[in-house]
């Protein structure tokens, strides 16, 4: 379609980022402005983890998911965008409304000579709604129960029925997740906006608190020389966790950008930067009402619930070899080649 297989057989190629402001439109302002949307976007892949626990044979399936899902950030997030940019002009009439016949995705289509792309994006929307949904009450519920069990919140979140079900913090979930939705009729959409702002700071405040958990705990592997028990190593460590924690609070301070230009915007200014004072106290109160201590990497408790307890050397080394294997063997043919598509597609 950008070498003209468009509906004016017009070459378009890349003068969409040579016209008036483009590719920056608004300077650094307006590039830094859109990282909270770009992170509300995006939010979610690091739960991954959380399914580790309610995964059968997770040494297996996590590896593939994680693969998976690298590839489809590429393909379907950071291709489409590119495809978008590309073909898109910034200054398209009423692209900056809410009616989908107006979306940039809908354009690409209309480009192409569709006659049902508005339909076609409605459609889209409401299948990744529903999956943003069930993503978010799963994650969230877990978390919750998580962070009763471990006594970080009221215990009666920790609260399952006889199916290990943790109904307490999934209702909680759901209520949030409803009054959430409410919102968007509240203030002409205003306090949707400010709750995607909150969310987006808070991705960013997970990833920064992702990497740096990820450098104590390899410093705590290292220091206790238990690097030979890891299946899997991050190949980007250590550089990868620094980039994530640098580049995650560089985008947080630079992200409000918009709410100092042209004119300070109080209100703006809270729904942006209202997480860091929020997240500092409650870190700071913790520590003081629990007295608790930085944990040296060399005291660190690495032992506990470790797959390797009671086992002989022999019987370590073939657990990990069986580990590293796991997610290269499986199924063959193709009734497992189109099972492995259709998962990579939907799952």
Same mark, same amino acid.
């Given at each position: 379609?950008?070498?003209?297989?468009?509906?004016?057989?017009?070459?378009?190629?890349?003068?969409?980022?040579? %016209?008036?402001?483009?590719?920056?439109?608004?300077?650094?302002?307006?590039?830094?402005?859109?990282?909270?949307?770009?992170?509300?976007?995006?939010?979610?892949?690091?739960? %991954?983890? %959380?399914?580790?626990?309610?995964?059968?044979?997770?040494?297996?399936?996590?590896?593939?998911?994680?693969?998976?899902?690298?590839?489809?950030?590429?393909?379907?997030?950071?291709?489409?965008?590119?495809?978008?940019?590309?073909?898109?002009?910034?200054?398209?009439?009423?692209?900056?409304?809410?009616?989908?016949?107006?979306?940039?995705?809908?354009? #690409?289509?209309?480009?192409?000579?569709?006659?049902?792309?508005?339909?076609?994006?409605?459609?889209?929307?409401?299948?990744?709604? $529903?999956?943003?949904?069930?993503?978010?009450?799963?994650?969230?519920?877990?978390?919750?129960?998580?962070?009763?069990?471990?006594? @970080?919140?009221?215990?009666?979140?920790?609260?399952?029925?006889?199916?290990?079900?943790?109904?307490?913090?999934?209702?909680?979930?759901?209520? $949030?997740?409803?009054?959430?939705? /409410?919102?968007?009729?509240?203030?002409?959409?205003?306090?949707?906006?400010?709750?995607?702002?909150?969310?987006?700071?808070?991705? *960013?405040?997970?990833?920064?608190?992702?990497?740096?958990?990820?450098?104590? *705990?390899?410093?705590? $592997?290292?220091?206790? /020389?238990?690097? @030979?028990?890891?299946? *899997?190593?991050?190949?980007?460590?250590?550089?990868?966790?620094?980039?994530? #924690?640098?580049?995650?609070?560089?985008?947080?301070? #630079?992200?409000?950008?918009?709410? *100092?230009?042209?004119?300070?915007?109080?209100?703006?200014?809270?729904?942006?930067?209202?997480?860091?004072?929020?997240?500092?106290?409650?870190?700071?109160?913790?520590?003081?009402?629990?007295?608790?201590?930085?944990?040296?990497?060399?005291?660190?408790?690495?032992?506990?619930?470790?797959?390797?307890?009671?086992?002989?050397?022999?019987?370590?080394?073939?657990?990990?070899?069986?580990?590293?294997?796991?997610?290269?063997?499986?199924?063959?043919?193709?009734?497992?080649?189109?099972?492995?598509?259709?998962?990579?597609?939907?799952?």
């Amino acid at each position: 379609m950008n070498c003209g297989g468009n509906s004016t057989g017009e070459y378009i190629g890349a003068k969409n980022w040579y %016209i008036g402001d483009a590719p920056f439109v608004g300077g650094i302002g307006g590039f830094a402005s859109v990282f909270v949307t770009a992170s509300f976007a995006y939010g979610g892949t690091e739960s %991954i983890a %959380i399914t580790a626990g309610e995964t059968k044979n997770p040494s297996q399936t996590l590896p593939r998911v994680v693969r998976n899902v690298f590839w489809r950030i590429l393909t379907f997030y950071i291709l489409s965008i590119l495809i978008i940019g590309l073909n898109v002009p910034y200054n398209y009439d009423g692209l900056s409304t809410k009616d989908s016949h107006t979306s940039p995705f809908t354009i #690409v289509f209309m480009m192409a000579g569709s006659k049902v792309a508005g339909s076609f994006i409605n459609a889209v929307v409401m299948t990744s709604v $529903i999956s943003a949904g069930n993503h978010a009450l799963f994650a969230g519920s877990r978390l919750m129960y998580s962070l009763g069990t471990n006594g @970080h919140a009221p215990k009666f979140f920790a609260k399952v029925n006889r199916n290990h079900v943790p109904w307490v913090a999934v209702l909680l979930t759901a209520s $949030i997740s409803g009054l959430c939705f /409410g919102a968007s009729y509240i203030g002409a959409g205003q306090l949707w906006t400010w709750l995607q702002n909150l969310i987006g700071v808070s991705n *960013f405040l997970s990833w920064i608190a992702i990497g740096y958990s990820s450098i104590r *705990f390899r410093s705590g $592997i290292k220091a206790q /020389g238990l690097e @030979h028990l890891l299946p *899997f190593k991050n190949w980007a460590y250590p550089y990868g966790p620094i980039c994530s #924690v640098g580049l995650s609070s560089f985008l947080v301070l #630079v992200q409000g950008w918009s709410c *100092f230009s042209p004119s300070f915007k109080a209100v703006d200014f809270v729904s942006f930067y209202i997480e860091l004072p929020v997240m500092l106290v409650m870190f700071v109160g913790w520590k003081f009402l629990k007295r608790t201590k930085w944990v040296k990497p060399e005291d660190m408790d690495l032992v506990t619930d470790r797959f390797d307890q009671g086992m002989t050397t022999e019987e370590r080394e073939e657990a990990l070899m069986a580990a590293k294997m796991a997610q290269w063997t499986g199924e063959k043919g193709w009734k497992a080649k189109a099972k492995y598509i259709a998962q990579w597609l939907f799952a």
